[in-house]
Structure formats: structure tokens, C-alpha cells
T-cell receptor
């Protein structure tokens, strides 16, 4: 099993729809979880951290399921500007070399 | 609010040439990293520095060297560039949380697009 695995997509979703994607991780000792967004030919930018209790930031909701070892990202009322690649990031908090990036899920919002 | 600054943004090298990619952060972060990103491969860690004065190999260190010049600056050197090193290089910094402190995640520079011909 890969350390961090994501569906590469692309997810083609009409504007205004809700879209969700998951990311699975293999190390049960993982401590910190994040979603990053990367626009074409740009650097990754932190979208949100993922907390054990789940967290919401506007139209975005992130959840963690430790039992099944996955995190999820839900985007409601999708906008054209949400088109990007979403990277799942998992880390062992106290190890700098154990921050693993997923390869990303591409999302295209269609007008 | 500069964050992480990388230079240059673009570079074309001939096989065998050398160059240094520069990175500086102004967030007082302890940890700095160099990644490369290739199509279909995701981000791969080349080297990292957990603190000033320390450096460690990541997943793909061959062909590269690094220097943590001070807390702000972390440079990546290609001694003899090869076509396989054509990639987009990202520098990042982080203040790892440790066991009791929250990890706030990475801040990335805008990247260096390197082509080796």
C-alpha cells in the first residue's frame, strides 16, 4: 500500500455542485494532516489542516477517519476558481523527513 | 509578507554545468526543504534541514548538495547538471509542531523551472 494515495482524477464537476475526494494513508502513527491546493504552474498552498473532530472553512469541510485511515475534503457550491489540484499531506509531527505528499487530485469546475 | 523567496524563477543549463538555487524565508522557521516536482510523480523530497547547521537526505538526493547558510537561507546546488534533473524545484519552510504543539504546515516558494539540455 502506498504511503499516501489519492485518486488522480480529473473530477469534472459543474459549477454549483458538491464534490468530495478522499485520501488514504498507510501509517497509523501519522499525526498531522493537511489539504493543499496547487494551481497550474504554481506552488502548493495550504488550504486547511485536518483535525480529529473535523473542521470547516466556508465551503470547505475536511474530515479525518483514523479507524479507516483516510481524510476527506468536501467542497460545496463549487466555483470556477476551485479548479486546481488538491494535494493530501500526511506527517509524523516530530519528523521533518516524514511529511508525505500525495500526488494530487485534479478538479475541473465546468461552467 | 515575503514568506519564502526562491531565485531564479527560470533557468536553462547545458549538461555538465553547475548552478545554485537560492531560497530564503523570513518567518523564523526552523525547518527548510527542497522538493522537486515532475509530472505524474508528485513532490519528492531532495534534502531538508531541521535546524540551522543540520542537513539530511530526503528521497532523491543524488546529484544535489545543500547548504543551510543560516536560519533564513537554504541553497541547493547541482554540481554537474543532467537532463534527468529537468524539473520544477520548490523550496519550503515549516515550523514542525512536535508532539505537543500543532504543526501549521509548509509554506512554499514560487518555484524554479529548470531545464537541462
Amino acid at each position: 500500500r502506498k504511503e499516501v494515495e489519492q485518486d488522480p482524477g480529473p473530477f469534472n464537476v459543474p459549477e454549483g455542485a458538491t464534490v468530495a475526494f478522499n485520501c488514504t494513508y498507510s501509517n497509523s502513527a501519522s499525526q498531522s494532516f493537511f489539504w493543499y491546493r496547487q494551481d497550474c504552474r504554481k506552488e502548493p498552498k495550504l488550504l486547511m489542516s485536518v483535525y480529529s473532530s473535523g473542521n470547516e472553512d466556508g465551503r470547505f469541510t475536511a474530515q479525518l477517519n483514523r479507524a479507516s485511515q483516510y481524510i476527506s475534503l468536501l467542497i460545496r457550491d463549487s466555483k470556477l476558481s476551485d479548479s486546481a489540484t488538491y494535494l493530501c499531506v500526511v506527517s509524523l509531527t516530530n519528523r521533518d523527513d516524514k511529511i508525505i505528499f500525495g500526488k494530487g487530485t485534479r478538479l475541473h469546475i465546468l461552467p | 509578507n515575503a514568506g519564502v523567496t526562491q531565485t531564479p524563477k527560470f533557468q536553462v543549463l547545458k549538461t555538465g554545468q553547475s548552478m545554485t538555487l537560492q531560497c530564503a524565508q523570513d518567518m523564523n522557521h526552523n525547518s527548510m526543504y527542497w522538493y522537486r516536482q515532475d509530472p505524474g510523480m508528485g513532490l519528492r523530497l531532495i534534502y531538508y534541514s531541521a535546524s540551522e547547521g543540520t542537513t539530511d537526505k530526503g528521497e532523491v538526493p543524488n546529484g544535489y548538495n545543500v547548504s543551510r547558510l543560516n536560519k533564513r537561507e537554504f541553497s541547493l546546488r547541482l554540481e554537474s547538471a543532467a537532463p534527468s534533473q529537468t524539473s520544477v524545484y520548490f523550496c519550503a519552510s515549516n515550523h514542525p509542531g512536535g508532539q505537543r504543539v500543532k504543526n501549521y504546515g509548509y509554506t512554499f516558494g514560487s518555484g524554479t523551472r529548470l531545464t537541462v539540455v
